[in-house]
């Protein structure tokens, strides 16, 4: 009989850019692979792969206490009734409300894949406080028992988050974010013309959008030939998003062009000079290590999870987060030196076979996947 691997994830697409290739690899090694998930449109083609879906309504805001409890139910009754050999966690909500109702069915083999701390430990204020102090809370009863394997794409995170929980001893296994495939992102060479800058982000406060804006207005002013992108859409169910009438403030603004969701992200970057995320803080962005394995320089934010997907000074250079000034000055240093972005974009692809490649990541999950099944 083949092993039953179930993904919890809070919604299908991100399962789709994040974690697929670790499923089809699964498939391939034997695995009946289930998916519980909210679902968009995208059902047919997972289950046209041979995922066996289960879809699940997940609140990614916080959602009222009905809503939780019938997310663990929901979780509690596919874990008693699927009754999976391996259970991996994706994401805040289904790591804590998964956690939990794997102890509560005795579900013993639990990977919890941390992809940054998130929203709530980026926010300041009395409610953001409270909401730290309950996540924590959550995150200890989850996985307090130190069984689980938990996957984390940073080093500064898996530090913190070990002591959050109160378990320095858990076992940790530090991956290189979700890899990209080095045949589908290759390197062209830098366009001709004048200079234009990508940031590739969900319209999120917290990945920087307002000092990118700003960092845009001021180095157009100087020099309005550079053209300044923007490709990523709202995201309706994050607290830190823009609604629809600040998108249309900031596109009347006309500093930035906003492209919406891009699905071919390789072709763009092939049309842009640099790459930008100047995010507050991240677990390891994949839009950076798709911009190295084109071979494109980036300016980002020396921040957990941004610094950890560059080499500064070689591949690109650092900014001070929430700082607009120091993004503009990054962003102006790396534009201004044609050479300096060959060389940068250069050490970038070679960064990003070494370090990022897919198939890394999935050999990664699979060893982790055999270490649980031997146990």
């Not at 206490?65 to 929901?74: E, G, K, N, P, V």
């Not at 494109?296 to 000034?325: F, N």
């Not at 050479?339 to 070494?354: S, V, Y």
């Amino acid at each position: 009989m083949r092993k039953k691997l179930l993904f919890v994830v809070n919604v299908d697409w991100f399962f789709v850019s994040h974690r697929l290739p670790i499923a089809v690899e699964a498939m391939r090694e034997g695995y009946e692979v289930h998916l519980a998930t909210q679902m968009t449109d995208l059902e047919d083609r997972l289950r046209d792969l041979g995922i066996i879906c289960h879809p699940m309504k997940i609140d990614r805001s916080y959602g009222g206490a009905l809503h939780i409890i019938h997310f663990l139910w929901s979780l509690f009754q596919l874990f008693r009734t699927l009754r999976p050999d391996i259970v991996h966690l994706v994401s805040i909500k289904p790591v804590i409300f998964g956690g939990i109702a794997a102890r509560l069915t005795g579900t013993k083999n639990v990977v919890a894949s941390i992809s940054g701390l998130g929203f709530v430990f980026i926010a300041k204020g009395v409610k953001a406080t409270l909401r730290r102090w309950l996540v924590r809370f959550l995150y200890r009863l989850s996985l307090g028992n130190g069984s689980a394997i938990i996957i984390v794409q940073n080093t500064t995170d898996r530090e913190e988050f070990l002591k959050m929980i109160g378990k320095p001893k858990m076992k940790t296994v530090l991956v290189n974010g979700s890899g990209v495939d080095m045949n589908e992102y290759t390197v062209s060479p830098l366009p001709d013309g004048p200079c234009r800058v990508l940031m590739g982000a969900r319209l999120l406060r917290d990945k920087g959008l307002m000092e990118y804006m700003e960092a845009a207005q001021t180095l157009r002013a100087k020099r309005p030939d550079m053209t300044f992108l923007i490709a990523g859409d709202v995201d309706p169910g994050n607290p830190a998003t823009i609604d629809q009438d600040e998108l249309a403030n900031l596109k009347a603004d006309g500093s930035v062009e906003f492209l919406g969701h891009v699905s071919d992200m390789a072709s763009l970057m092939a049309s842009c000079h640099l790459v930008v995320l100047p995010s507050y803080r991240e677990g390891l962005p994949r839009v950076l290590i798709e911009a190295a394995a084109c071979g494109r320089a980036v300016v980002t934010t020396d921040v957990p999870g941004c610094r950890d997907a560059i080499v500064p000074g070689k591949t690109g250079l650092l900014a001070k987060s929430h700082d607009a000034q120091s993004l503009t000055a990054a962003i102006e240093q790396a534009s201004s030196d044609r050479q300096l972005l060959e060389d940068m974009g250069k050490a970038g692809r070679q960064f990003a076979e070494t370090t990022f490649d897919v198939q890394q990541v999935v050999d990664r999950h699979m060893d982790v996947y055999k270490n649980l099944s031997a146990v």
